[in-house]
């Protein structure tokens, strides 16, 4: 259901997310989006609304003109939610008006109707977990709280409150600096080498974001994204950009710019020592192996975003020599340790 309301975001309709959890375990997600559509659905003769909420297949996904980008692929996610729920009810705003309608385990228990006049746009939707299908329905706070801050760091100036009625818990997630803020929040508990290194750029309509900090330890901490989806197994744009990181600092090192002593060659692991990173890539048709969607599988995003760090990393290096040095130092220090 977020991610209806980040697609939003992402087509620049969408600035607010709030999300409750409620005391009974309810949760209640709400926008300010465009509000799911209310007229008659063409060829179903229902309000699309409906058609959403009931019909696999059926989101704003599947016919490419309402998002150019979209975390969801096959418009089943939200009436799979209506499914497994034993009572969701929507609330759209959108004409001046407030419309209305409530299901049950999937079915609608009363039509679409008018219940009030409003100013605001958006969409609310309101659910609670079938107990007759789920054993628990305790929602956790801190996975829903870490998903959502990941999804305002990828996502820059969009806003995302969640609420827990159980503890009063509350949280606000916003973030001018996107992914920038994010790689200092994976290295705020160690000693940083320098500022993050933000490279974006767009290749053949996809759209790429990397930004990365060394800090002073030995591990490698990597996170990419394709169209706001965890990539947790990596896949290409993560290939891609290790290759061309390896590239470009092996450039670096053997084009005359460092001193002798610390002219050895580099191998991939030496220069993801103390790295972090994130990736982010927004691709119109993205394909996922498996359907977890946590591995990126379209082949020509390597190449898209080998080149782009090549190309902007090599210039950053060249602009900022002492970083350059730093990064390099560490790199050259781990090879020879190995």
Do not use: W
């Not at 259901?1 to 009974?24: F, L, P, Q, W």
């Not at 977990?129 to 305790?138: G, K, L, R, V």
């Not at 500022?195 to 790429?208: A, D, L, T, W």
Request: aromatic share 8%.
């Amino acid at each position: 259901v977020v991610d209806n309301s980040i697609d939003e975001a992402m087509a620049g309709y969408c600035k607010n997310i709030r999300v409750t959890v409620h005391s009974d375990n309810s949760i209640s997600v709400e926008d300010d989006g465009r509000g799911i559509p209310v007229g008659i659905h063409k060829t179903e003769n229902v309000p699309a609304v409906e058609v959403v909420l009931t019909k696999l297949h059926a989101g704003g996904k599947v016919d490419n003109d309402s998002y150019k980008v979209a975390g969801g692929l096959h418009g089943v996610g939200v009436s799979v939610v209506n499914a497994l729920s034993a009572f969701l009810e929507v609330e759209v705003y959108a004409v001046n008006k407030v419309y209305y309608q409530t299901y049950e385990r999937g079915l609608k228990t009363s039509e679409l109707k008018v219940i009030g006049k409003t100013r605001k746009k958006g969409t609310k939707i309101h659910f609670i977990p079938d107990t007759d299908i789920f054993n628990s329905i305790e929602f956790n706070y801190d996975i829903l709280t870490r998903r959502l801050r990941e999804l305002a760091f990828l996502n820059k100036g969009i806003k995302i409150i969640i609420k827990d009625e159980r503890s009063d818990a509350q949280d606000e997630f916003l973030y001018k600096g996107g992914i920038v803020s994010f790689v200092e929040y994976v290295n705020r508990r160690h000693t940083q080498l320098h500022k993050p290194v933000f490279i974006e750029g767009e290749r053949n309509n996809v759209q790429i974001e990397v930004a990365i900090q060394y800090n002073d330890t030995f591990k490698e901490k990597m996170f990419s994204f394709a169209n706001n989806i965890n990539t947790v197994e990596g896949g290409f744009h993560l290939i891609g950009f290790k290759a061309g990181l390896t590239r470009t600092l092996n450039n670096y090192a053997t084009n005359g710019n460092l001193p002798k002593n610390l002219a050895v060659k580099i191998s991939g692991d030496d220069v993801r020592e103390g790295l972090a990173a994130i990736i982010s890539v927004r691709i119109m048709n993205p394909q996922f192996e498996g359907q977890t969607k946590t591995k990126l599988g379209n082949s020509e995003v390597k190449g898209l975003v080998e080149s782009l760090v090549n190309d902007k990393l090599g210039i950053f290096l060249e602009e900022n020599p002492t970083v350059a040095k730093k990064i390099i130092a560490k790199a050259v220090e781990a090879a020879r340790a190995r």
